[in-house]
């Protein structure tokens, strides 16, 4: 079962959120700067972690993210 977190990204002034995808103990995925909101990371790792998610389906789980569930 694959295991997701927050990870965070700062360049100078900025903080950005992602996630970091974990099987086995290893990194499989990284994904940074998907968001400057801790809170929507938040819940979207949550919610991963709630579900059996196959990393075949995870690009989409992101995309969907940015494109359709992001607020601005």
Same mark, same amino acid.
Do not use: P
């Given at each position: 079962?694959?295991l997701?977190?927050?990870? %965070?990204?700062?360049?100078? =002034? *900025?903080? $950005?959120?992602?996630?970091?995808? @974990?099987? +086995?103990?290893? %990194?499989?995925?990284?994904? =940074? *700067?998907? $968001?400057?909101?801790?809170?929507? @990371?938040? +819940?979207?790792?949550?919610?991963?972690?709630?579900?059996?998610?196959?990393?075949?389906?995870?690009?989409?789980?992101?995309?969907?993210?940015?494109?359709?569930?992001?607020?601005?």
């Amino acid at each position: 079962m694959l295991l997701f977190r927050i990870n %965070t990204y700062s360049n100078n =002034a *900025n903080i $950005s959120y992602g996630i970091d995808v @974990i099987d +086995k103990e290893r %990194t499989v995925r990284q994904y =940074a *700067n998907l $968001s400057d909101n801790a809170e929507e @990371i938040k +819940k979207l790792v949550i919610l991963c972690n709630s579900l059996d998610i196959e990393e075949c389906h995870i690009d989409d789980i992101v995309e969907d993210f940015l494109t359709d569930f992001k607020t601005y």
